[in-house]
DNA sequence: GCCGTTTTCGGCCCGACTGTTTTCAGTCG
């Protein structure tokens, strides 16, 4: 389905970063957030403008929701194609690079006459604009880094690839630096987002050591540009496998420790939404700390609890910390109890040498038994379909049930459960015969054809065969790759509460699929979910800690996660639908 | 432009760092 809310969210945005230029700074404020919402809209904008709540979105007033509605009916915003015509084009893209703010670009306009990037640059290297009041060599050189650095500043990595690097420099800092006492990796990585622009980590230690942090800091060997450094605050631009990231840190005193963690977790949302209870309350909240608004005396900051407590919260897990409704939940102590990894039982989505997994079903068995307090694992090859995927036909599958049923017999347990990702058929049919299927105790089915039609059909299909427990990625999307194939989630949903079917939440880093804006929404309809590894070899096991944070986003509790459950719960999944399509039950 | 158990007008999160200043504006997160 074709999405509205992005082309407006993208507008929103544009109107906003006019509205900073022209200097109205609570005007662009009001456009930023307004993009911000709509961009996390669970549902079209049509469906609210239909339904009549567009009116009722915290953040959305009269103005902006007529403009809305102008631009569903008409395909334009009127104040847009005005305001575009009182700035160069150009500049509305330039006031996001870093060193260029409303003023500087400003009186770049007005007093050089410039309204090109082209220009710009010329004007920048020329000395012209050097010699303008108030600007010098540094602030000339630091515009022109910013050029530089836009590409970097725009790409963003996967969550994974974050954490990976987030581990990698706490135990370097940690290791080397026995003055730090606590440290901890905060801003969206923490909040555990799909992507991840900036790093930003946070320490605490006695005032004389900051110092002595910072210098190790700043020279460690993949820094290779600083660009602050300060007593509190540093940042670097740091090498990983040739690619740059800005990393900064933060240092704090231990009793701000909770208020520092808070203020930088964000998000920026989340933090002025709250700052605006404080305030109601007669308080005011800082990285340092809660204080009463009159007498600047400090109540709480030592722990988050207590951050949240003092403005009569509940503690909010920082993957909720997005302003969608946590806050409100948060003071009427109604957050939901999100799933947790340690409450994982098992994998439903893993794949062996019997398809194009590199590890043998016997050696997984053997690590996941050994690493991880599994239950049970589905191997779940390919079907006939996937050729370069040496996909399984009717034959060579019930010789691979075969080899299941020996090693469980080995090993005196029943660990290893029979599946398949079944080809989901570009007529919604599926590549292997129900006879075959029927036998299996679990089985997934996955588009991986025909990217470009709307596949809502072929998957409602699907879920239609009695014997589909799971949806594999659900959308086909992979981050920064390759947008979701066009499908009608909503209708996907509810085919999924009729049929009695789980949808994935695939935790390969770039696939993440369900997203979390879906999974919300399966988590309100009643929808079970499973997270599941799709891992084709050893390593991709620890993928399951992001699927869990994915689901954690979506505020999906143990009771939606359907591997939570034991064996015979799952079990119970698989016969209720049989019975419901009136097949005979797996016992 | 948004919002409201102190308000329909008058606020709007707030502190660190930098560069160009000689006490502060601009930018950033």
Redesign the pocket.
């Known amino acids: 389905m074709y999405n509205i809310n992005k082309d407006l969210a993208n507008i929103f945005k544009k109107m906003a970063a006019i509205y900073e230029f022209l200097d109205?700074r609570?005007?662009a404020?009001?456009?930023q957030?307004?993009a911000h919402i709509i961009e996390d809209l669970p549902d079209d904008v049509r469906n609210y403008i239909a339904t009549g709540k567009l009116y009722m979105?915290?953040?959305?007033?009269?103005?902006?929701?007529s403009?809305i509605e102008e631009y569903v009916k008409t395909g334009k915003i009127q104040?847009y194609e005005e305001l575009k015509k009182k700035v160069p084009e150009d500049f509305i893209e330039l006031i996001d690079?870093?060193?260029?703010?409303?003023?500087?670009?400003k009186r770049i306009y007005e007093e050089l006459g410039i309204s090109t990037k082209e220009e710009l640059v010329k004007a920048l290297k020329d000395g012209r604009i050097?010699q303008l009041?108030?600007?010098?060599?540094?602030?000339?050189?630091?515009m022109l880094k910013?050029l530089q650095m836009y590409e970097i500043?725009k790409r963003r990595i996967i969550l994974w690839e974050a954490l990976q690097i987030s581990k990698y420099l706490t135990e370097k800092l940690k290791k080397n630096l026995k003055e730090i006492h606590k440290i901890e990796v905060v801003?969206s990585t923490r909040r555990r987002k799909e992507t991840i622009g900036?790093l930003?980590i946070l320490v605490t230690a006695d005032d004389k050591d900051r110092l002595k942090i910072m210098d190790f800091f700043t020279s460690l060997e993949e820094v290779s540009e600083v660009?602050?450094?300060?007593?509190?605050?540093?940042?670097v631009i740091m090498k990983f496998e040739g690619k740059e990231r800005?990393v900064?840190l933060r240092i704090f005193k231990d009793e701000e420790w909770g208020a520092a963690l808070q203020y930088?977790t964000?998000s920026?949302q989340h933090?002025?939404h709250l700052?605006?209870i404080a305030?109601?309350k007669?308080l005011?909240?800082?990285?340092?700390g809660v204080f009463k608004a009159d007498t600047e005396e400090k109540v709480a900051g030592e722990t988050e609890e207590s951050v949240y407590k003092a403005v009569g919260m509940d503690w909010i897990p920082p993957e909720l910390r997005e302003d969608r409704g946590e806050i409100e939940a948060a003071m009427e102590h109604k957050l939901p109890e999100l799933v947790e990894l340690k409450d994982i039982k098992g994998d439903l989505h893993v794949h062996s040498t019997w398809s194009d997994g590199v590890v043998s079903i016997k050696d997984i068995v053997d690590f996941v038994r050994k690493n991880y307090r599994y239950e049970y694992i589905v191997i779940t090859d390919h079907s006939k379909s996937q050729r370069v995927a040496h996909g399984l036909d009717e034959e060579r599958l019930l010789e691979e049930l075969k080899e299941i049923q020996l090693i469980n017999k080995m090993a005196g347990l029943d660990f290893v459960k029979k599946g398949i990702e079944v080809d989901i058929l570009l007529d919604g049919s599926l590549d292997l015969s129900d006879e075959v299927l029927s036998q299996l105790d679990w089985v997934v089915a996955s588009v991986h054809s025909h990217f470009s039609r709307d596949n809502t059909d072929r998957i409602i299909k699907a879920m239609e065969n009695p014997y589909v427990n799971a949806i594999g990625h659900p959308t086909g999307r992979l981050i920064g790759l390759r947008e979701p194939y066009p499908v009608d989630m909503d209708a996907v949903i509810k085919a999924a509460k009729e049929t009695g079917t789980a949808l994935e939440i695939n935790a390969q880093p770039r696939r993440m699929d369900i997203d979390e804006i879906w999974i919300r929404k399966a988590v309100e309809n009643g929808v079970k979910l499973v997270i599941s590894t799709d891992a084709h070899n050893l390593g991709n096991f620890a993928f399951m800690e992001i699927g869990v944070s994915i689901a954690r986003r979506g505020w999906a509790t143990k009771k939606d996660i359907l591997n939570t459950g034991s064996w015979k719960e799952i079990q119970k999944f698989v016969n209720q639908k049989r019975k419901k399509f009136g097949v005979r039950a797996i016992k």
């Open positions: 109205d609570f005007r404020m009001a456009y957030r307004a979105i915290r953040g959305i007033g009269s103005s902006i929701a403009k104040k690079l870093p060193g260029f703010g409303p003023k500087t670009l050097e009041e108030g600007f010098g060599p540094k602030k000339v050189e630091n910013g500043s801003g900036d930003d660009l602050v450094k300060g007593p509190k605050k540093s940042s800005q900064d930088f964000g920026k933090n002025i700052r605006e305030k109601e007669g005011k909240i800082n990285e340092y």
